[in-house]
Protein backbone atom coordinates (compact mmCIF):
# COMPACT_ATOMS: atom_id res chain seq x y z
CA UNK A 1 0.00 0.00 0.00
CA UNK A 2 1.74 3.50 -1.04
CA UNK A 3 1.48 5.55 1.64
CA UNK A 4 2.25 8.81 -0.06
CA UNK A 5 0.44 9.24 -3.09
CA UNK A 6 1.64 12.07 -5.23
CA UNK A 7 0.49 13.73 -8.49
CA UNK A 8 0.68 14.76 -10.92
CA UNK A 9 3.80 12.56 -12.90
CA UNK A 10 4.80 15.23 -14.81
CA UNK A 11 3.91 19.22 -15.06
CA UNK A 12 5.35 21.66 -18.20
CA UNK A 13 4.69 25.15 -16.91
CA UNK A 14 5.90 28.68 -18.81
CA UNK A 15 8.50 30.42 -16.91
CA UNK A 16 7.27 32.80 -14.79
CA UNK A 17 4.10 30.58 -14.08
CA UNK A 18 3.12 28.40 -11.05
CA UNK A 19 3.77 25.25 -10.39
CA UNK A 20 1.30 23.28 -8.01
CA UNK A 21 2.36 19.46 -7.01
CA UNK A 22 -0.27 17.69 -4.65
CA UNK A 23 0.21 14.85 -1.97
CA UNK A 24 -2.28 13.24 0.15
CA UNK A 25 -1.27 10.76 3.07
CA UNK A 26 -3.14 8.34 4.92
CA UNK A 27 -1.37 7.67 8.40
CA UNK A 28 -1.95 10.40 11.00
CA UNK A 29 1.26 9.38 12.89
CA UNK A 30 3.24 10.92 10.40
CA UNK A 31 4.54 14.30 11.64
CA UNK A 32 7.02 15.64 9.62
CA UNK A 33 6.92 16.54 5.42
CA UNK A 34 9.57 17.32 3.49
CA UNK A 35 9.60 18.21 0.09
CA UNK A 36 12.92 17.29 -1.75
CA UNK A 37 14.23 18.24 -5.47
CA UNK A 38 16.34 16.51 -7.69
CA UNK A 39 18.26 16.83 -10.86
CA UNK A 40 19.52 13.64 -13.10
CA UNK A 41 22.76 12.19 -11.88
CA UNK A 42 21.91 13.31 -8.44
CA UNK A 43 20.58 12.46 -5.36
CA UNK A 44 17.62 14.24 -3.96
CA UNK A 45 18.07 17.48 -2.11
CA UNK A 46 16.05 19.08 0.77
CA UNK A 47 13.55 21.78 -0.87
CA UNK A 48 11.47 22.72 2.24
CA UNK A 49 9.18 20.83 5.04
CA UNK A 50 6.72 21.54 7.26
CA UNK A 51 4.99 19.72 10.67
CA UNK A 52 1.76 19.28 11.09
CA UNK A 53 1.03 22.19 13.28
CA UNK A 54 1.53 25.08 10.79
CA UNK A 55 -0.60 25.37 7.97
CA UNK A 56 1.65 27.43 5.55
CA UNK A 57 5.54 27.85 5.09
CA UNK A 58 7.34 29.84 2.42
CA UNK A 59 10.79 30.17 1.77
CA UNK A 60 11.70 31.94 -1.13
CA UNK A 61 9.37 30.97 -3.94
CA UNK A 62 8.91 27.61 -2.61
CA UNK A 63 5.53 27.16 -0.65
CA UNK A 64 4.19 23.74 1.26
CA UNK A 65 0.07 23.96 2.20
CA UNK A 66 -0.77 21.56 4.55
CA UNK A 67 -4.19 20.75 5.09
CA UNK A 68 -4.72 18.26 8.36
CA UNK A 69 -7.78 17.07 8.18
CA UNK A 70 -7.71 16.50 4.57
CA UNK A 71 -4.62 14.58 4.81
CA UNK A 72 -2.88 16.56 2.13
CA UNK A 73 0.04 18.72 1.81
CA UNK A 74 0.77 20.49 -1.54
CA UNK A 75 4.33 22.22 -3.18
CA UNK A 76 3.54 25.79 -4.73
CA UNK A 77 6.64 27.18 -6.52
CA UNK A 78 5.92 30.66 -7.71
CA UNK A 79 7.76 32.58 -10.69
CA UNK A 80 8.82 29.01 -12.11
CA UNK A 81 12.27 29.41 -14.15
CA UNK A 82 14.23 26.90 -16.36
CA UNK A 83 16.00 25.93 -13.40
CA UNK A 84 13.59 24.43 -11.35
CA UNK A 85 13.06 21.81 -14.02
CA UNK A 86 13.80 18.64 -12.16
CA UNK A 87 11.79 15.64 -10.46
CA UNK A 88 10.44 16.42 -6.83
CA UNK A 89 9.08 14.65 -4.71
CA UNK A 90 7.10 14.52 -1.58
CA UNK A 91 7.63 12.42 1.79
CA UNK A 92 6.65 11.55 5.60
CA UNK A 93 7.97 10.29 8.12
CA UNK A 94 6.65 10.00 11.94
CA UNK A 95 7.73 11.43 15.19
CA UNK A 96 10.95 8.85 15.05
CA UNK A 97 11.90 10.74 11.86
CA UNK A 98 14.15 7.10 11.03
CA UNK A 99 12.56 5.75 7.73
CA UNK A 100 10.75 8.13 5.37
CA UNK A 101 7.75 7.70 3.03
CA UNK A 102 8.03 9.10 -0.94
CA UNK A 103 5.50 9.91 -2.95
CA UNK A 104 6.20 8.58 -6.24
CA UNK A 105 7.36 11.85 -7.97
CA UNK A 106 6.48 14.67 -10.23
CA UNK A 107 8.87 15.53 -13.46
CA UNK A 108 8.99 19.44 -13.27
CA UNK A 109 9.30 21.31 -16.99
CA UNK A 110 9.25 24.51 -17.01
CA UNK A 111 9.42 25.87 -20.26
CA UNK A 112 11.31 29.49 -21.31
CA UNK B 1 32.11 20.54 4.54
CA UNK B 2 32.22 17.56 2.37
CA UNK B 3 28.28 15.99 1.78
CA UNK B 4 27.46 12.16 1.87
CA UNK B 5 29.78 10.19 -0.45
CA UNK B 6 28.92 6.91 -2.10
CA UNK B 7 31.15 4.44 -4.29
CA UNK B 8 31.89 3.12 -6.42
CA UNK B 9 29.04 5.72 -8.53
CA UNK B 10 28.37 2.91 -11.01
CA UNK B 11 28.28 -0.85 -11.05
CA UNK B 12 27.85 -3.84 -13.40
CA UNK B 13 26.99 -7.14 -12.45
CA UNK B 14 26.42 -10.52 -13.36
CA UNK B 15 22.88 -12.10 -12.72
CA UNK B 16 23.88 -14.38 -9.07
CA UNK B 17 26.69 -12.44 -8.08
CA UNK B 18 27.10 -10.17 -4.85
CA UNK B 19 27.73 -6.85 -4.02
CA UNK B 20 28.88 -4.16 -1.28
CA UNK B 21 28.05 -0.35 -1.90
CA UNK B 22 29.54 1.61 0.62
CA UNK B 23 28.33 5.22 1.79
CA UNK B 24 30.52 7.67 3.98
CA UNK B 25 28.17 10.20 5.70
CA UNK B 26 28.62 13.82 6.36
CA UNK B 27 30.76 14.44 9.33
CA UNK B 28 29.09 13.88 12.97
CA UNK B 29 25.78 12.57 11.79
CA UNK B 30 25.20 8.97 13.33
CA UNK B 31 22.45 7.82 11.50
CA UNK B 32 22.61 6.36 7.90
CA UNK B 33 19.48 5.09 5.53
CA UNK B 34 19.76 3.27 2.20
CA UNK B 35 17.07 3.57 -0.43
CA UNK B 36 16.02 1.91 -3.59
CA UNK B 37 15.31 4.31 -6.75
CA UNK B 38 13.52 2.86 -9.39
CA UNK B 39 11.36 4.35 -12.30
CA UNK B 40 8.88 1.83 -11.57
CA UNK B 41 8.58 1.82 -7.88
CA UNK B 42 10.31 5.35 -6.77
CA UNK B 43 11.81 5.53 -3.79
CA UNK B 44 11.78 2.82 -1.46
CA UNK B 45 13.25 2.42 2.49
CA UNK B 46 15.98 -0.39 2.83
CA UNK B 47 17.10 0.29 6.36
CA UNK B 48 18.76 2.60 8.53
CA UNK B 49 22.06 2.27 11.08
CA UNK B 50 22.08 4.25 14.49
CA UNK B 51 25.49 3.78 16.21
CA UNK B 52 26.10 0.85 14.40
CA UNK B 53 22.77 -0.59 15.05
CA UNK B 54 19.64 -1.25 12.71
CA UNK B 55 17.33 0.84 13.70
CA UNK B 56 14.46 0.22 10.84
CA UNK B 57 14.04 -1.88 8.23
CA UNK B 58 11.72 -1.73 4.99
CA UNK B 59 10.15 -4.79 3.07
CA UNK B 60 12.83 -6.20 1.18
CA UNK B 61 13.86 -9.64 1.18
CA UNK B 62 16.86 -10.59 3.00
CA UNK B 63 19.43 -10.43 0.20
CA UNK B 64 20.03 -7.13 1.30
CA UNK B 65 21.55 -6.36 3.92
CA UNK B 66 23.81 -3.78 5.79
CA UNK B 67 26.42 -2.47 8.06
CA UNK B 68 27.22 0.42 10.10
CA UNK B 69 30.88 0.92 11.84
CA UNK B 70 32.08 2.58 14.60
CA UNK B 71 32.96 5.83 12.69
CA UNK B 72 29.91 5.63 11.15
CA UNK B 73 30.23 4.88 7.60
CA UNK B 74 27.92 2.39 6.30
CA UNK B 75 27.77 -0.33 3.60
CA UNK B 76 25.12 -2.45 1.91
CA UNK B 77 25.30 -6.20 0.68
CA UNK B 78 23.19 -7.47 -2.09
CA UNK B 79 23.19 -11.06 -2.59
CA UNK B 80 22.37 -13.42 -5.71
CA UNK B 81 21.69 -10.35 -7.79
CA UNK B 82 18.81 -10.32 -9.42
CA UNK B 83 17.67 -8.32 -13.13
CA UNK B 84 15.18 -6.49 -10.61
CA UNK B 85 17.93 -5.67 -8.42
CA UNK B 86 18.80 -2.73 -11.18
CA UNK B 87 18.49 0.42 -9.80
CA UNK B 88 19.88 3.89 -8.47
CA UNK B 89 21.05 3.03 -4.32
CA UNK B 90 21.00 5.99 -2.73
CA UNK B 91 22.49 6.74 0.95
CA UNK B 92 20.95 9.09 3.46
CA UNK B 93 22.69 10.85 6.66
CA UNK B 94 21.65 12.43 9.49
CA UNK B 95 22.71 13.67 13.44
CA UNK B 96 20.03 10.58 13.95
CA UNK B 97 17.80 12.49 16.49
CA UNK B 98 14.93 13.67 15.84
CA UNK B 99 14.71 17.59 16.38
CA UNK B 100 17.75 17.44 13.92
CA UNK B 101 16.13 15.44 10.97
CA UNK B 102 16.08 18.63 8.57
CA UNK B 103 19.61 17.95 8.50
CA UNK B 104 18.60 14.34 5.99
CA UNK B 105 21.35 14.49 2.98
CA UNK B 106 21.05 12.50 0.24
CA UNK B 107 24.63 11.38 -1.59
CA UNK B 108 24.69 10.77 -5.45
CA UNK B 109 24.18 7.43 -5.50
CA UNK B 110 25.31 4.27 -6.99
CA UNK B 111 23.59 2.96 -10.18
CA UNK B 112 23.84 -0.60 -10.26
CA UNK B 113 22.91 -2.68 -13.32
CA UNK B 114 22.41 -6.71 -13.62
CA UNK B 115 23.01 -8.11 -16.42
Known amino acids: QQQVKQSPQSLIVQKGGISIINCAYE??????FPWYQQFPGKGPALLIA?????SEKKEGRFTISFNKSAKQFSLHIMDSQPGDSATYFC???????????FGSGTKLNVKP | KAGVTQTPRYLIKTRGQQVTLSCSPI?????VSWYQQTPGQGLQFLFEYFSETQRNKGNFPGRFSGRQFSNSRSEMNVSTLELGDSALYLC??????????????FGSGTRLTVV
Open chain 2, 92 to 105: ASSPGQGAEVDGYT
Open chain 1, 91 to 101: AASGHNFNKFY
Open chain 1, 27 to 32: NTAFDY
Open chain 2, 27 to 31: SGHRS
Open chain 1, 50 to 54: IRPDV
